[in-house]
């Protein structure tokens, strides 16, 4: 399961309590839309409130600071371990056997010439999920070096951030490295690799700007999410990038609240993920995204999120300009004045489809 099934599922099944039992919470008690409890070690009683419906968690702590998040970051918080490993650990407690995704291991492809159009028809209307992806480890970065291209930190991609994320550069390639974890995987588990050229004026010389070394459908996940997951959770919302770089520049400026959907188009795949972190989901698109295709996007999470929108009235970016690409400043000026896609909103939405 996804931590989005996970977390209904333990709602729906009433295993809250199960599950703080298990984690040697103590005085645990049941409120209309909460459960308080203590943390182990520690004598307060009501130092965790949980809320029933969300997961979402505040945890009072004896220095005044409050954690909040949700049930995973609670776990993350008092084992002390990665978001990876408390939805394995919360999996194995619940009796849920944990698999990431269906395998496909390469001696199990097909060698008919002709399985690439079949499978194109096969999955034109197939759920994303229902999709078989073959598994990588960390081998496959052996080829590559370690290392931030001039050209990326000169535009503000800080060496901490290339190792959080395992960038890289192939001198063969001449391209920046670009690995993808799969958000609800464990930190060594690749789904697929993009290189981004660094040649200059690629395009006169037909090269394409961006390859898929080990590609997969982007659209199955969110780039960037299980680095951040949980700043997301603990800051109350998520930034939503087109591209992989828009992530990395806002990390490197110890902002973890971002992830990239690696495209201009929100798949139902990732609609569902975004759902599932029951934050507030702010939209960031380049600057030449029309505030109408903006707001469809917004559209999809109406009503059953916190929905909001980054929308440049004051030129502060140029043409192709991402949000991310512009001073802290600023950006954090856009941030302060997101549009909230409220019922007005989506009457111009819906007029302007019209």
Same mark, same amino acid.
């Not at 609670?74 to 009796?95: D, Q, R, S």
């Not at 499978?119 to 081998?139: C, G, M, V």
């Given at each position: 399961?996804?931590?989005?099934?996970?977390?209904?599922f333990?709602?729906?099944?009433?295993?809250l309590?199960y599950v703080?039992e298990?984690?040697?919470?103590h005085?645990?008690?049941?409120?209309?839309?909460e459960l308080?409890?203590?943390?182990?070690?520690? *004598?307060? !009683? @009501?130092?965790?409130? &949980?809320?029933?419906?969300t /997961?979402? #968690?505040?945890?009072?702590?004896?220095?005044?600071?409050?954690v909040r998040?949700?049930l995973?970051?609670?776990?993350?918080h008092?084992?002390?371990i990665?978001?990876?490993?408390?939805n394995?650990?919360?999996?194995?407690?619940?009796?849920i056997?944990y698999t990431k995704f *269906?395998? !496909? @291991?390469?001696?199990? &492809?097909?060698k008919?010439p /002709?399985? #690439?159009?079949?499978?194109?028809?096969k999955?034109?209307?197939?759920?994303?999920?229902?999709?078989?992806?073959?598994?990588?480890?960390e081998?496959?970065?052996?080829?590559?070096?370690?290392?931030?291209?001039?050209?990326?930190?000169?535009?503000g991609?800080?060496?901490?951030?290339?190792?959080?994320?395992?960038?890289?550069?192939s001198?063969?390639?001449?391209?920046?490295?670009i690995p993808h974890r799969?958000w609800?995987g464990?930190k060594?588990?690749?789904?697929g690799?993009?290189?981004?050229?660094t040649?200059?004026?690629?395009?006169?010389?037909?090269?394409?700007?961006?390859i898929?070394i080990?590609p997969?459908?982007k659209s199955?996940?969110?780039?960037g999410?299980?680095?951040?997951?949980e700043?997301?959770?603990?800051?109350?919302?998520?930034?939503?990038?087109e591209?992989?770089?828009?992530?990395?520049?806002?990390h490197?400026l110890?902002?973890?609240?971002?992830v990239?959907?690696?495209?201009?188009?929100?798949?139902?795949e990732?609609?569902k993920?975004?759902?599932?972190?029951d934050?507030?989901?702010?939209?960031?698109?380049d600057?030449?995204?029309?505030?109408?295709?903006?707001r469809?996007m917004?559209?999809k999470?109406?009503?059953?999120?916190n929905?909001?929108?980054?929308y440049?009235k004051?030129?502060?970016l140029?043409e192709?300009?991402?949000?991310a690409?512009?001073?802290n400043?600023?950006?954090?000026?856009?941030l302060?004045?997101r549009i909230v896609?409220?019922?007005?909103?989506?009457?111009?939405?819906?007029?302007?489809?019209?």
């Amino acid at each position: 399961m996804n931590t989005y099934e996970l977390k209904q599922f333990i709602i729906d099944n009433g295993k809250l309590k199960y599950v703080l039992e298990k984690l040697k919470c103590h005085s645990i008690r049941n409120y209309t839309k909460e459960l308080r409890a203590g943390i182990p070690a520690h *004598n307060n !009683k @009501t130092a965790l409130a &949980i809320n029933k419906e969300t /997961l979402s #968690i505040k945890l009072f702590q004896s220095d005044n600071n409050i954690v909040r998040g949700d049930l995973l970051t609670l776990i993350m918080h008092l084992k002390n371990i990665t978001f990876p490993a408390a939805n394995k650990y919360l999996h194995e407690i619940l009796g849920i056997k944990y698999t990431k995704f *269906n395998i !496909k @291991t390469k001696d199990k &492809i097909k060698k008919d010439p /002709l399985e #690439i159009f079949t499978q194109i028809r096969k999955r034109h209307n197939t759920p994303i999920n229902a999709y078989e992806f073959e598994l990588h480890n960390e081998d496959i970065l052996d080829d590559y070096i370690p290392y931030t291209h001039i050209t990326w930190f000169r535009e503000g991609i800080m060496p901490w951030t290339s190792d959080e994320f395992a960038i890289g550069y192939s001198p063969e390639r001449k391209r920046i490295i670009i690995p993808h974890r799969y958000w609800c995987g464990n930190k060594n588990d690749y789904l697929g690799i993009f290189g981004r050229t660094t040649v200059e004026h690629y395009e006169l010389f037909d090269i394409p700007k961006f390859i898929g070394i080990k590609p997969y459908p982007k659209s199955m996940n969110l780039y960037g999410l299980q680095e951040n997951y949980e700043h997301i959770q603990k800051f109350g919302y998520v930034v939503v990038f087109e591209a992989e770089k828009s992530t990395l520049k806002r990390h490197s400026l110890n902002d973890k609240t971002c992830v990239s959907i690696c495209s201009h188009e929100l798949s139902n795949e990732q609609v569902k993920i975004l759902i599932g972190l029951d934050v507030e989901i702010i939209i960031a698109m380049d600057k030449d995204i029309s505030i109408n295709h903006i707001r469809s996007m917004c559209n999809k999470f109406y009503n059953i999120r916190n929905i909001s929108y980054i929308y440049d009235k004051w030129e502060l970016l140029k043409e192709k300009d991402s949000p991310a690409d512009i001073k802290n400043k600023f950006y954090q000026f856009l941030l302060k004045h997101r549009i909230v896609f409220d019922e007005k909103e989506r009457k111009k939405y819906l007029n302007e489809k019209n």
